[in-house]
């Protein structure tokens, strides 16, 4: 068996966001598998101090600051009729590597994380190649077109037409094309042109061991007394951003009109509208914390009311696998097949929300059977184990260990 390439938009280090976390745990199940080489781009410091985490699982790697201005992107885009997301992440330094990476290496396989990468795979490749969209992005940016006053409904729309013809590339010269979920891998395979082409669904994992109850102390700024209400995420996501003015606005004023409750945002990057909810009665807004754990572990509810949500929610898994009760908006239960009512609650307006709110605060009982229930469930369905299983079977290769630095 030969040695697999592995192409990631964003270093697969530190596991601490979406598309990092399923990154991470993809590149660790293939180095179970193979040696990997891995091609990838840093954007922060922090992204950087991981060179040292990426040498010791890759075989070789070539991790690169990704520092190009998005107005630059931009022109590029319009010049080479591509779409932004592309440009991007379109680097020569990257594409030398590749090529000399092949050349030296008897790679037989390329496994591809996000749709920005495929510009990367040679089309005289001959062997077999794995891409992983995770969600299809043409369809995300065509809602916000939807939502958007011009010029930026103009700019989505374009993007979206755009990504739609490189997905559908992608989807026809792939020997696999993963998405997330069954749902988003429906709405490709509907796309015209992608008929014949082999595209499947390898759902995300939790790692129960890192998100366990047992291990971590709920933090001490979360009040036992009254109901205590968390929301975690990358706070200048506008998915997010939209699902705690929600929560903030119009939810929780509903049940501070029978209890004090508090609602605590928890996530790097904070805009300025989601830093302008912590001047609301109730509501804090924590930014990046060192550990999310305390947070969860100390929450009588996690809440995920997102209006807009591609893929699984890997904040809706970690809550679960933390043994909490959860409280999700029918669009953040996508592609979690657990038991409304057992392992979690689908609500699906705000009343809903605010009463299994006060439901829970006034049944403790139940809402820690609720999460035990929720961590049972995640344990046996949802683990990474699962998932790794899947992905040696698209590779087609037994269980080989091999692990080298570069």
């Not at 829970?360 to 046996?380: N, T």
Request: proline share 5%.
């Amino acid at each position: 068996m030969g040695d697999i390439l592995f192409l990631a938009h964003r270093v697969p280090f530190p596991p601490d966001r979406g598309d990092k976390i399923r990154s991470h745990h993809l590149l660790k199940g293939l180095t179970k598998l193979g040696c990997v080489h891995v091609g990838t781009f840093a954007e922060t410091e922090q992204d950087r101090a991981q060179e040292a985490s990426l040498a010791g699982i890759a075989a070789s790697h070539c991790m690169l600051t990704r520092s190009k201005p998005l107005a630059l992107a931009g022109i590029e885009a319009i010049v080479q009729r591509r779409a932004v997301s592309q440009t991007a992440f379109h680097d020569k330094t990257l594409s030398d590597w590749v090529a000399a990476t092949l050349a030296s290496h008897p790679i037989d396989a390329i496994f591809v994380f996000s749709g920005q990468m495929g510009q990367y795979v040679p089309a005289d490749f001959a062997g077999r190649v794995i891409v992983d969209l995770c969600d299809v992005d043409s369809a995300k940016f065509e809602t916000y077109a939807q939502e958007s006053g011009f010029p930026r409904s103009f700019l989505y729309a374009r993007e979206t037409e755009l990504l739609c013809r490189e997905e559908i590339r992608l989807a026809n010269s792939a020997g696999t094309t993963l998405l997330i979920t069954e749902k988003e891998a429906d709405i490709l395979r509907a796309r015209q042109g992608t008929q014949g082409a082999d595209i499947r669904a390898l759902g995300n994992g939790v790692d129960t061991g890192f998100f366990d109850p047992a291990s971590t102390e709920a933090h001490p700024a979360l009040r036992y007394e009254t109901p205590q209400l968390v929301f975690t995420g990358q706070m200048d996501y506008p998915p997010n951003i939209a699902a705690v003015e929600r929560f903030a606005e119009r939810i929780l004023p509903r049940i501070r009109e029978s209890v004090a409750a508090d609602f605590h945002i928890v996530g790097r990057a904070p805009t300025a509208d989601v830093s302008k909810l912590g001047r609301l009665d109730g509501v804090t807004v924590w930014g990046e914390v060192p550990d999310v754990r305390p947070f969860l572990r100390g929450a009588t509810a996690v809440v995920a009311p997102l209006m807009l949500a591609r893929g699984v929610q890997n904040k809706v898994l970690e809550a679960m696998a933390m043994a909490r009760p959860v409280l999700v908006s029918e669009e953040a239960a996508t592609g979690i097949d657990a038991s409304d009512g057992e392992n979690w609650y689908i609500c699906r307006d705000d009343e809903a929300f605010a009463k299994r709110v006060l439901e829970l605060a006034d049944q403790p009982d139940r809402a820690e059977g609720m999460g035990r229930a929720a961590r049972s469930f995640v344990i046996k369905e949802m683990s990474w184990a699962a998932v790794e299983a899947g992905l040696a079977r698209l590779v087609g290769r037994s269980d080989v260990s091999c692990h080298h630095a570069a």
